[in-house]
Nanobody, 124 residues
Framework: QEPLVESGGGLVQAGGSLTLSCTFAMRSFSSFGLGWFRQAPGKEREFVAL????????DYADSVKGRFTISRDDAEKAVLLQMNNLKPEDTAVYYCNAHLVTRLIRTPGTFRRWGQGTLVTVSS
């Protein structure tokens, strides 16, 4: 099994919704903080959202606060990203990742390994 598998992307009109899913393969999944990131064409990869190992704490980039919700399913070793009220500027390839030190998730450079991502395209 691939260590990271993102899915759920697609084409949606502005104002629409999508839910992204990412599954992991590592042991002790419940010990990891989880994060979502995105990379738009011609731009660097950026932080989108994170969730702590307990699920009690979440954090979001200012650009998605109030529109996106991150959650986790430890039984399925998965992290979800519910995206509402999508905007054309949300168009990007979305990636997930995990780290034992949750505060480091805000920095994409922390990670050396990424999945293939899932493309989200929002039309105006």
């Amino acid at each position: 099994q691939e260590p990271l598998v993102e899915s759920g992307g697609g084409l949606v009109q502005a104002g629409g919704s999508l839910t992204l899913s990412c599954t992991f393969a590592m042991r002790s999944f419940s010990s990891f903080g989880l994060g979502w990131f995105r990379q738009a064409p011609g731009k660097e990869r950026e932080f989108v959202a994170l969730i702590s190992p307990s699920g009690a704490d979440t954090d979001y980039a200012d650009s998605v606060k109030g529109r996106f919700t991150i959650s986790r399913d430890d039984a399925e070793k998965a992290v979800l990203l519910q995206m509402n009220n999508l905007k054309p500027e949300d168009t990007a390839v979305y990636y997930c990742n995990a780290h034992l030190v949750t505060r480091l998730i805000r920095t994409p450079g922390t990670f050396r390994r990424w999945g293939q991502g899932t493309l989200v395209t929002v039309s105006s």
